[in-house]
């Protein structure tokens, strides 16, 4: 299930991550690919991404209860306290790919 982060938590790992070009967009939403377990992925792009992006893939996906939540900052499913950076093997952990989108 998706989460928020503790305060403390989010105050140790922040990174300030935003999204300011279509490639940082593209990369964040690839490895959130990755990470649901796709082996097929397409993208579509107009305009070098400034028109439209759009990532499909047959990875595993969100959660229907936890949509309302993933696109808010520091949500994630990945970890609960700033301990858990250490048995991370994903990609994505900071919960703010979707929130910069």
Known sequence: ????????????????????????????????????????????????????????????GIRKEDLGIAVERFTTSKLKDYEDLQKLDTFGFRGEALASM
């Open 1 to 60: 299930a998706i989460q928020k982060l503790s305060q403390a938590t989010v105050n140790r790992i922040a990174a300030g991550e935003v999204i300011h070009r279509p490639a940082n967009a593209l990369k964040e939403l690839l490895e959130n690919s990755i990470d649901a377990g796709s082996s097929h992925i397409s993208v579509l792009c107009k305009a070098g991404g400034l028109k439209l992006l759009q990532v499909t893939d047959d990875g595993h």
